[in-house]
């Protein structure tokens, strides 16, 4: 079977967005024709190449017969995930450096596009003759030496070659070189997923496995798995990735959590609800909004984005959400015979689905899923020009979308992606849903905009990724993205797709930050996503059982917070600094916001320091001296730091500093109640005060009562912060008093 791209290339004369460069494949071409006219491309470098790690290659292009004008290009471009380092023609004696060997006639200007134009091959070194003219026969050699490798492992990566003989913006692709394979590093750390919710004497599949420091899944023995109130049965290892699955019986009611050890690593997992009888409903965890493989911008065959989803991550739920301008009407093809094969009801659950895409003025990004195989693909925009065009016409803004796609057996997902949602526009009845966290970034302000609105919001988080990693994805070099993926949970009778369409549209779901929390909110016993009107005050009931300490419960009534719970107890003589906060509104490369920065005490010393919440190996922590510690970090929405012991006075100064904000304070300021300091809009902010201690509670069970008279329907929901930053937000209960 053909691959995606390869796929793509048959049905396409040419790829490219409307008014930037053409990629044109040349696909019905004869290969050896194709040689002669257009020259070849020859590659050295190894076969495989560890995620993350430096090496060394060289490009050559051989040039045919095609007469080459002055000022003529040449590129090598590759696509939007893969997150090689930036190059730098500077110094040959550091990591990522780029050379050029061309005949001495030609002189070739160099420049690396980390955004170039050529749309999904987002990324290229682009070759200008700027004296002299290329003939036949001619080779152009690009080295670069330790050229630090995409994060993410994959065994589908290339390069283009591309030529421009007459330096318009239609460009030739060259025969690929062969592919290579990226293979994951050592481990890391282990993860152990176990289900939200069993009966007792049920048995389900736990599975557990190691990462490399970039996310990877890589290759262990069999961990060991032990716990209270269940039995183990024999692991078996997943034929296709480096998972180990361990079949679990639960026998006793409760709330659980596994042990699993490989040594020198440990983990536990996360909560699991074990009922005395099977329950009418379960939490099942999923990611509607999972991303895209190489059908789209993304990396991966659509079968590995399943299958990863499923044996990898533990997903029970999740789709493909290409962006539309992507998909020809063989791909959509493709992507409605794959999807059925990987639907096992009461298993596993793959929704057919693509994602909306046009520019945010004219709608922005919306993910579709269809309940039912759906032959019409109504694009937003088309990135090809096809040899059999689909007759289908283009849905180009909102409106004539919306008004069409409301009378289809659809759920939409609305959501900060590359094209944030417009919600000028709306349809409540396909629209029930709204994303507060992808890799993209923490996005409450997008949920808050939709609450003002006076829209009803079902809250969601997902990977929306490209490393083909659905489910569990980080952000790499943060070329393109900026945190981990969040998850979504949905609370239904069954694993099925219409039990979960039905607690989709009943908004009976919330989202985290990727950590399986187990969340129960109620009002006066209606569940999360529930419209109600009472003849007396509203009570919040929360129980929340978490994957590390639960620090903090904000209630909020609409977009306000109205009550805040601390659950920890703190350290007065461990500190703590936060910051976090994203750039301002928009995509990834909008909100990410670095903080690249130091502390500095006046005197005394800074001891023992344990960093919180690190999304990326690029994010670092260091002591330079007994005074000082350094950092370099970015957010987006989120917020991270460290903790460490300081050894002073109480009229000790510490001076904080990074381009965001900069600040001084004593310690007697912050050692009791935390300092925190506006650094601007979009939630920029920085804490420093007493740290949590580390044996506070995992579950908590509370209250509160709204006796304020409500004379409108309000939205009460609450956010939950763990110690290690992780957070999940319910859905809002609609009240009318």
């Known amino acids: 079977m053909m691959s995606p791209d390869a796929q793509l290339v048959a049905a396409s004369k040419s790829t490219g967005e409307p008014n930037k460069g053409h990629v044109h494949h040349l696909f019905d071409l004869p290969l050896d024709e194709r040689k002669r006219l257009y020259g070849r491309a020859e590659i050295d470098m190894p ?8 090496v060394t290659i060289a490009f050559h292009f051989i040039l045919g017969k095609t007469p080459w004008q002055p000022n003529a290009r040449l590129r090598i471009a590759w696509r939007w995930p893969f997150d090689w380092a930036n190059l730098q023609q500077n110094d040959p004696n550091t990591p990522n450096h780029l050379t050029v060997q061309s005949p ?6 160099t420049q690396y596009e980390p955004r170039g134009g050529l749309n999904p091959w987002h990324h290229d070194i682009d070759l200008h003759v700027t004296q002299g003219t290329l003939s036949q026969g001619d080779i152009i050699t690009l080295t670069l030496t330790n050229w630090q490798s995409p994060t993410f492992a994959t065994s589908d990566g290339y390069f283009l070659f591309l030529i421009n003989p007459d330096n318009s913006n239609q460009w030739i692709r060259l025969i690929d070189p062969p592919r290579f394979t990226i293979t994951a590093g050592p481990p890391h750390r282990l993860i152990a997923i176990a289900p939200a919710e069993v009966a007792v004497g049920e048995t389900h599949t736990v599975r557990v496995r190691a990462i490399d420091a970039w996310e990877n899944a890589t290759p262990i023995a069999a961990p060991i798995l032990h716990g209270e109130g269940i039995q183990v049965g024999t692991p078996g290892l997943n034929p296709n990735y480096p998972v180990w699955e361990y079949p679990v019986t639960y026998t006793i009611p409760g709330i659980c959590e596994l042990h699993a050890e490989s040594d020198p690593l440990k983990t536990q997992s996360n909560p699991t609800r074990i009922h005395a009888n099977a329950p009418k409903h379960r939490i099942y965890w999923g990611d509607i909004h999972a991303g895209q493989s190489e ?13 990863y989803a499923r044996d990898v991550a533990a997903l029970q739920f999740t ?6 301008h992507y ?4 791909l959509w093809e493709h992507i409605r015979q ?11 659950i793959a929704f057919l689905g693509c994602e909306w895409s046009p520019l945010t003025p004219d709608g922005g990004d919306r993910n579709v899923l269809y309940r039912s195989d759906e032959p019409e693909l109504r694009r937003s925009d088309r990135f090809f020009t096809e040899h059999n065009p689909d007759p289908e016409p283009d849905l180009r803004r909102a409106p004539e979308f919306l008004n069409a796609f409301k009378h289809k057996n659809v759920l939409l997902n609305l959501h900060v ?34 609450i003002q609105h006076g829209y009803k919001v079902g809250i969601t988080a997902g990977t929306d990724g490209v490393m083909g990693r659905p489910g569990a994805c980080g952000p790499g070099r943060r070329v393109t993205r900026n945190v981990h993926n969040g998850l979504t949970a949905v609370t239904a009778h069954a694993l099925t797709q219409d039990a979960l369409f039905s607690a989709f549209f009943n908004r009976h779901c919330y989202g985290t930050t990727g950590a399986r929390i187990l969340l129960d909110v109620h009002i006066q016993n209606h569940p999360m996503g529930s419209v109600i009107t009472l003849n007396e005050s509203p009570t919040i009931t929360v129980e929340v059982h978490g994957t590390a300490p639960i620090e903090r419960i904000d209630f909020f009534k609409d977009t306000k917070i109205i009550s805040t719970w601390q659950t920890q107890q703190y350290d007065p003589n461990r500190l703590r600094v936060l910051w976090g906060g994203a750039k301002t509104q928009g995509t990834a490369a909008d909100q990410r916001l670095f903080w690249n920065g130091h502390l500095q005490i006046d005197s005394g010393t800074l001891l023992d320091i344990h960093p919180i919440a690190w999304q990326s190996p690029l994010d670092t922590v260091c002591q330079t001296n007994n005074t000082q510690i350094t950092w370099t970090s970015a957010t987006a929405g989120n917020d991270m730091g460290f903790t460490f012991t300081p050894k002073v006075e109480p ?3 510490f001076h904080f500093w990074s381009e965001p904000c900069t600040f001084s304070c004593t310690f007697s300021q912050m050692q009791r109640v935390a300092l925190v300091v506006d650094a601007g809009e979009t939630n920029r902010r920085v804490e420093i005060g007493p740290a949590p201690c580390k044996n506070n509670p995992k579950s908590v069970t509370l209250s509160f009562t709204d006796y304020t008279p409500l004379t409108d329907e309000h939205a009460y929901w609450v956010r939950i912060t763990q110690n290690d930053r992780h957070r999940a937000w319910s859905s809002p209960i609609y009240v009318t008093q």
């Open 47 to 54: 076969n495989a190449i560890v995620a993350g790690e430096p």
């Open 104 to 109: 001495e006639h030609v002189h070739i200007q």
């Open 295 to 307: 059908i789209g911008c993304g990396a991966g065959t659509l079968d590995h984005h399943y299958a």
């Open 319 to 324: 789709s493909q959400q290409a962006n539309d």
């Open 327 to 330: 998909i020809t009407g063989t």
């Open 338 to 348: 794959i999807t059925p094969k990987y639907n096992a009801e009461g298993h596993f």
């Open 417 to 450: 992606g590359g094209r944030p949602t417009n919600l000028d526009y709306h349809a409540p009845e396909i629209e029930p849903l709204f994303e507060i966290h992808s890799t993209h970034a923490t996005s409450e302000w997008f949920v808050f905009d939709a």
């Open 651 to 653: 009229s000790t100064r």
